[in-house]
C-alpha cells in the first residue's frame, strides 16, 4: 500500500503597513503582527487577550513555571512569555517556514535555556503522556491559512490540553472564523475542564473570542482581578483593566 503523503503546508509570506509587519499564509488573512519599532510588544488586540490568564495566576506566581503555546502565529505570545516574562517557553508549530519567517522577520531569538521552538504537531505533543502535568500556561492559536475554523476543536484535544496543565494551570484558547462555533467548542472543553472552570471574553471587533479554560484554580473575585489587571498594566503594558470589564462565566445552554 503506498504511503500517504504529508499535507501540503501552505507558503509563508509577509507584508507591512504603517509600521506594523504582518504574517500570511499564502491569503490576505493576518496570521500575526509585529509593530517593527516596538518588536517584543503584542500588536493584535486578540492575541492580548489570549494573555488573559494572568488575572487567575496570584501576583506571586504569575510569572512562575512553564508556558506553551500551540501555533506560532509571528511569535508575539513567545517573546512575551520569554523576555518580558522571563519565563520558560517552548512554542509548537507545524510549518517550519513559519518558525523560519519568525527567526528572520519578526525577531524571534534562537532557542536557550528558557525557550524552544518545536516543528511538530500540536495534537501529538498533548497526547504526549510525557508533557503531563509540566505546563502552568497554554495558549491555543490553531488556525488553517483561511482562517476558518480551530483545526484542532475536539473533546479528546481538550483533554489533552487539561492534561498537560499541573494544579493551578491556565489555559486560552482563540476561538474564531465562519465555520466556527463557540457554542461547540466551550461544551467540548467543559467535559474535560468543566462549566465552572471556564470563562470567556466578549468577541473582538474582527469575532475573536478568547476563552479561558482552569484547571485547579479557584477563580478569584472581581476585586481581585481589578489589583491583578492593575498590576499587569502597570509591570507589561497590557490593556487588562479591560479585561476584568469583559470576562465572563461561561453558561451552557
Known amino acids: 500500500m503506498p504511503r500517504k503523503s504529508a499535507p501540503q503546508l501552505p507558503p509563508v509570506t509577509v507584508s507591512e503597513l504603517d509600521g506594523v509587519r504582518m504574517l500570511h499564509l499564502g491569503t490576505p488573512w493576518v496570521q ?10 503584542i500588536e493584535l488586540e486578540y492575541v492580548q487577550r489570549m494573555m488573559a490568564w494572568m488575572l487567575f495566576r496570584p501576583a506571586e506566581a504569575l510569572t512562575h513555571g512553564h508556558a506553551l503555546q500551540f501555533g506560532l502565529g509571528a511569535a508575539a505570545i513567545t517573546k512575551f512569555c520569554r523576555r518580558k516574562l522571563k519565563m520558560r517557553t517552548t512554542a509548537v508549530e507545524l510549518n517550519p ?18 525557550l524552544s521552538v518545536v516543528q511538530g504537531d500540536a495534537a501529538a505533543y498533548a497526547a504526549d503522556p510525557a508533557h503531563a502535568g509540566r505546563a502552568m500556561v497554554l495558549c491555543v492559536d490553531l488556525y488553517d491559512h483561511e482562517a476558518a475554523s480551530p483545526v484542532l476543536d475536539s473533546a479528546a484535544f481538550y483533554a489533552d490540553c487539561h492534561r ?5 494551570g491556565v ?6 472564523g465562519r465555520d466556527a462555533s463557540f ?42 482581578m481589578a489589583e491583578r489587571a492593575e498590576r499587569v498594566e502597570e509591570r507589561f503594558g497590557l490593556p487588562a483593566r479591560k479585561w476584568v470589564r469583559m470576562i465572563r462565566k461561561v453558561k451552557l445552554e
Open 97 to 114: 517556514e513559519v518558525i523560519a519567517a519568525c527567526r528572520s522577520m519578526f525577531r524571534l531569538p534562537e532557542d536557550d535555556t528558557k
Open 164 to 168: 498537560l496543565l499541573g494544579e493551578g
Open 183 to 224: 457554542e461547540r467548542s466551550v461544551a467540548l472543553m467543559a467535559e474535560s475542564f468543566g462549566e465552572q472552570s471556564l470563562w470567556s471574553l466578549r468577541p473582538t471587533r474582527e469575532g475573536n473570542t478568547v476563552v479561558v479554560g482552569l484547571k485547579g484554580v479557584e477563580a478569584p473575585t472581581r476585586a481581585v
Open 171 to 176: 489555559m486560552t484558547v482563540n476561538l474564531f
Open 32 to 41: 500575526g503582527a509585529m509593530r517593527v519599532k516596538k518588536p517584543d510588544e
